[in-house]
């Protein structure tokens, strides 16, 4: 953009953390970062926001890491090689080209997509692409999907780092909370199709915080169980012990650099001791398996945790048809499809325990597009639900 928005507001401080984890955005790796901060840090009200201690510390952490990777060797007495983040960030930048490669190619599996049509990426174990979808449907957009491999969204469970992504045209929309903003402003804009983003500063403010609530529901409390009971499993269907060097593959692969050690973690925790698997990937991985105590203890945290979110949304839905006001808005439609996966924990929502919340899930489900969206991810994934209530 041209001019000083919110996404700096956002950004400005988040890149100023790297360097206390160790990741320095050094000029000679990150040229335009390190200009763009310097830049923004000119402003008043940008340069009064940072203190003057942490600017020293930060900009000392970019121009000199190695020296302090050796002092800190030195302090500790040991002799051990410190983690210093340059060396990665250095690795990461030479791989820029690779990434670029691949999205021509991604282009060019899109092909063409008109001004007047979306194409959505869709990935079976992911809540985005859905919520877009189900937006589209109520607005009565125009769109496409295409099918994309679910191991790409492991250990990305909203779709962080590009991965999930949206196209109308030639625009490429990624980060789901603005792709949804976005679709809703430029479909459906005759009084047939109202906006399903209120206009009143309050209610777009509550919707916000729903989508919020609903992103830290599923990265933060659902994913570990539906990882390890659903997404494990559909590993071990996708790679067996005739293609199990596909799944070895992905470590060399510039998408997964981040996620590989994640995904072998996933697939081990599915591996029988003793058996031809282990013994091929036991020596290397075997370390990645949670023993059992943590293993236990670690589903009982999560089923507790999810427990406590159920009852909060169930009390506040008490004699409401909808999350925010009296209409549909994202809100609805983002915990809605959040919660088609929660049978993946092994956590259903009865209506003994969550009869508000039962109530408000079958009133949705009785319109066409929510219906249709449900019974997709009841075929995609209803094999690997579990059917105790709880």
């Known amino acids: ?44 009200a940008v340069r009064k926001s940072e203190p003057i201690k942490q600017w020293v510390e930060n900009l000392t952490l970019s121009m000199v890491p190695g020296i302090l990777v050796k002092m800190g060797n030195f302090r500790s007495g040991k002799k051990v090689k410190r983690f210093s983040g340059s060396t990665v960030l250095s690795s990461v930048f030479q791989l820029a080209s690779q990434t670029r490669t691949m999205d021509r190619e991604m282009l060019k599996r899109e092909g063409e997509v008109t001004e007047e049509e979306f194409l959505v990426h869709h990935y079976s174990t992911a809540t985005g692409p859905l919520q877009v979808q189900l937006l589209l449907m109520e607005k009565g957009a125009k769109f496409n999907t295409m099918k994309r491999g679910f191991v790409e969204m492991i250990g990305r469970p909203h779709g962080s780092g590009g991965r999930f992504r949206v196209r109308h045209g030639n625009k490429i929309l990624t980060g789901s909370r603005g792709v949804l903003e976005y679709v809703d402003s430029v479909t459906g804009v005759d009084l047939t199709s109202p906006a399903l983003y209120p206009k009143d500063p309050l209610l777009r403010a509550k919707c916000q915080q729903w989508q919020a609530w609903e992103q830290d529901f599923y990265c933060q409390d659902m994913v570990y169980l539906l990882e390890r009971r659903v997404v494990a499993q559909k590993l071990h269907d996708r790679y067996d012990m005739t293609n199990l060097d596909e799944l070895l593959a992905l470590q060399s692969d510039v998408r997964f650099l981040a996620t590989f050690l994640h995904i072998m973690k996933l697939y081990m925790s599915r591996v029988v001791r003793g058996t031809e698997m282990w013994e091929k990937l036991g020596k290397t991985y075997g370390h990645l398996v949670e023993g059992d105590a943590v293993r236990v203890g670690n589903v009982v945290m999560y089923m507790e945790l999810i427990r406590r979110r159920l009852e909060y949304l169930d009390k506040y839905l008490k004699n409401k048809e909808y999350l925010v006001g009296d209409m549909l808005t994202f809100a609805d439609i983002c915990v809605f499809c959040c919660l088609l996966f929660l049978p993946g924990t092994g956590v259903h929502i009865s209506e003994k325990l969550y009869p508000n919340l039962a109530a408000w899930m079958e009133g949705l489900r009785q319109r066409e597009n929510f219906g249709k969206i449900a019974e997709e991810v009841e075929t995609n994934l209803g094999k690997f639900f579990t059917t105790e209530a709880s």
């Open 1 to 44: 953009m041209e001019f000083f928005s919110i996404t700096e507001i956002t950004l400005y401080p988040r890149l100023h953390q790297l360097g206390s984890a160790g990741l320095p955005i050094q000029r000679g790796v990150f040229p335009n970062i390190n200009r763009y901060l310097g830049n923004l840090w000119y402003r008043g």
